[in-house]
């Protein structure tokens, strides 16, 4: 199985793949890891591959780039190898129970350049999970952009996305968040309440969303305690076992 941690900068995609990681080598798995991240200084785990065995954002930065010119700069050089990793990735999924990808610091880099959607779109049936920190939830159309923004990374990558909330360590209700994420329909009523446009265009983009998406699990992560790895890993084992129903 092929699990890629989709998320922006700080959401704990890094942290996610060390301690998911872990966890699955506990139960017994066999477990790659592939670092995407040009722009990784240092990582908790030992990849498998590694883009920085080819190219790094600190090199290019020396050549006289700025810090995101530099990252792009080195998907541009990556572009022409995209085969060769995902031949790599391949042969990882022919070793292993679980390829873990983990992907840029800005999830940009990895939506918006060839590299990273070339590399999707090529590999056999990868469950995208999309981590956002509960810190970015603090209106109900806050809630309304996380699940939307899952669904357009189904969109752009054309792989199965699961919405995952990360740090829920971090949180003392969590089932305010589980309430507002789990039920559209409780969501979307609340946002009827809402008097801005910003709560309007919200209300209206959530009472089609069931129409837009298959029903799917959010998960609640916490890469501190460990809690809901059980959750993804039967979600994951769904996905590649059932094809596709994460109801
Ligand atoms: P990335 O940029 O998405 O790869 O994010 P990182 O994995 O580097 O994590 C960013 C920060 O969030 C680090 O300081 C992590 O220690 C912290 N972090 C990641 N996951 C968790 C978590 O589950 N709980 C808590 N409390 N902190 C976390
Ligand atoms: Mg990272």
Not at 61 to 87: C, F, H, K, Q, T
Not at 114 to 124: A, H, K, T, W, Y
Not at 143 to 165: D, H, N, Q, S
């Amino acid at each position: 199985m092929i699990l890629t941690f989709v998320g922006t900068a700080g959401s704990g995609k890094t942290t996610l793949t060390r301690a998911f990681g872990e966890y699955l080598e506990g139960n017994g798995y066999r477990v790659s890891y592939v670092n995407l991240d040009t722009g990784a200084k240092r990582l908790p785990y030992k990849p498998d591959l590694d883009v920085r065995d080819d190219v790094t954002a600190w090199e290019i930065m020396e050549e006289g780039y700025g810090p995101n010119g530099a990252i792009v700069e080195s998907y541009d050089r990556l572009l022409p190898r995209v085969s060769e990793y995902i031949s790599s990735i391949m042969e990882l999924k022919g070793r292993s129970d679980y390829v873990l990808l983990d992907t840029p610091g800005q999830m940009e880099t990895f939506l918006f350049h060839d590299f990273g959607v070339r590399l999707m779109e090529n590999l056999p049936e990868p469950l995208t999970v999309y981590l956002f920190s509960p810190d970015i939830l603090r209106k109900p159309a806050d809630f309304c952009f996380a699940r939307f923004f899952g669904l357009m990374i189904e969109l752009r990558l054309g792989t199965t996305t699961v919405p995952a909330m990360s740090k829920v360590d971090t949180v003392s209700n969590i089932d305010e968040y589980r309430r507002y994420l789990d039920d559209i329909e409780y969501l979307t009523a609340r946002l009827r309440l809402e008097p801005s446009t910003q709560g309007l265009l919200a209300h209206r983009m959530c009472l089609v969303f069931p129409e837009l998406a298959p029903p799917t699990r959010v998960l609640y992560l916490s890469s501190k305690t460990g809690e809901g790895f059980d959750d993804l890993e039967t979600l994951a084992y769904e996905h590649y076992c059932t094809c596709g129903d994460l109801t």
